[in-house]
């Protein structure tokens, strides 16, 4: 009896000891790989979308997620390289691109950029918080909120290498691109076994995406004569062709997404409307971050709070700089500002995406400048169906 009491105790220690030994190894391995999502693996995430659709305050919310590494639009090293081309005959090299960096080998970027090489080469590169924290650089702790301006001052100068070494700590890579036009161009990477990708369809009201390209012509230039297919002719896109193309691509992918996906596709795709994500950011926030499998931190929180109510740094290019309710002014801005004239010409080029994604169309000059008229159609009385079990009531 004594004997078997012992045994009893001791196997009681032993479990005791082995439970203690195995919450240390698992802490460790938490504090080596501090955001591992654990046996799940990686998840990919690429946010598609267009200029001027307010995708760099999206790439924000994730780019300050402590679980996340992300790069904001890659691909323009493509396009840069490559200008005499058509978007067309880049989305191959585009899609490899986006496929090394989801795996986190950056040696793709040997065939856009010297040898010699820092990771401030990278286009946009201190808007990314793991590009401005370990292992890159001190000036962040991950579940730090990243300042643009001081990163760059501080972290350009670090190994290019870095920039690969970072990626591999991380359980999310999320990349924002502008440079696809076909979802069907994705389809290899959505059937990878390697990848976990899903895919975030961020579109804009076209008539406000027109009123905030008016504001950046130049900078559009080059990207205008790749979309138009000019031979690298730069080209101010005054008849809205661009335009067209754009609305075109957007109702190819959420077409192809929504009624004629194939298996894998149909849980992988989401559609947002910025305007949706100005109106209540964090009921749409939560979304993005439920579909990505990301949770949302008190810090993640109070950082969307302010940002989204004029406190702290906002995001400079943005409509959030200010509070919710300007941002949501903001969006309305071309209602005062563009002609009527313009108005029905864009209408006219984009009139397929807008009926599609909730858009209404104006028909006279009163209707346009009538603020009491809400011409976003309500989401939920859209009926967005990206994946009918997630769907809000
Ligand atoms: C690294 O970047 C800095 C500027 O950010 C530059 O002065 C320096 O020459 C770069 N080094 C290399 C090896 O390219
Ligand atoms: C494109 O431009 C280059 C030089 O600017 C020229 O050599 C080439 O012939 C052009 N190609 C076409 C198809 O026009
Ligand atoms: C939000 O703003 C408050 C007040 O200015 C500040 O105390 C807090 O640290 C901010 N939160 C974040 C995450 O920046
Ligand atoms: C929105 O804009 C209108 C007209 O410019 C202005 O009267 C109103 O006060 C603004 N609303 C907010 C919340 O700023």
């Avoid at 070494?165 to 890579?173: G, Q, R």
């Amino acid at each position: 009896m004594a004997r078997i009491r012992m045994n009893c105790s001791m196997t009681a220690a032993f479990l005791i000891i082995q439970t203690i030994f195995l919450l240390l190894l698992y802490s460790k391995q938490n504090a080596v790989l501090p955001n591992a999502e654990g046996k799940e693996g990686k998840v990919h995430i690429l946010i598609l979308s267009s200029w001027r659709s307010g995708s760099s305050f999206v790439g924000q919310l994730f780019s300050q997620h402590p679980d996340v590494f992300y790069l904001m639009e890659p691909a323009w090293h493509v396009w840069v390289s490559m200008f005499q081309n058509s978007a067309r005959v880049l989305h191959m090299a585009v899609r490899d691109l986006i496929r090394s960096v989801f795996h986190c080998d950056m040696s793709v970027f040997d065939a856009y950029m010297q040898k010699e090489r820092n990771v401030s080469h990278l286009f946009q590169w201190a808007v990314s918080r793991a590009l401005c924290s370990s292992p890159v650089c001190d000036l962040y702790e991950h579940d730090g909120i990243s300042n643009e301006m001081a990163c760059k001052t501080l972290c350009g100068k670090q190994p290019f290498a870095k920039v690969e070494e970072a990626c591999n700590t991380y359980s999310h890579v999320v990349v924002k691109e502008v440079r696809l036009f076909d979802v069907q161009v994705l389809y290899p990477l959505l059937t990878d076994p390697s990848l976990n990708l899903k895919i975030i369809h961020l579109v804009r009201d076209p008539r406000a995406v027109v009123k905030s390209r008016e504001q950046s012509v130049k900078a559009l230039a080059r990207d205008n004569g790749i979309v138009l297919n000019t031979n690298g002719t730069k080209v101010d896109d005054g008849k809205y062709e661009v335009m067209r193309e754009i609305c075109r691509s957007h109702v190819q992918i959420y077409e192809t997404a929504s009624f004629k996906a194939p298996t894998f596709l149909k849980e992988r795709y989401m559609l947002v409307r910025y305007e949706d994500v100005v109106r209540n950011p964090l009921i749409e926030i939560k979304e993005m971050y439920k579909f990505a499998k990301l949770k949302l931190t008190s810090k993640l929180q109070s950082w969307i709070y302010n940002i989204t109510h004029g406190r702290g740094p906002g995001h400079k290019k943005e409509a959030f700089r200010t509070t919710s309710r300007d941002a949501v002014n903001v969006s309305q801005a071309w209602r005062t500002s563009l002609t009527f004239q313009k108005v029905k010409k864009i209408q006219d080029v984009c009139k397929g995406a807008m009926g599609m994604l909730g858009y209404q169309l104006v028909d006279t000059e009163a209707e346009q400048k009538d603020l009491s008229h809400d011409v976003v159609l309500p989401r939920r009385q859209y009926h967005f169906s990206w994946s009918s079990s997630e769907e809000p009531n």
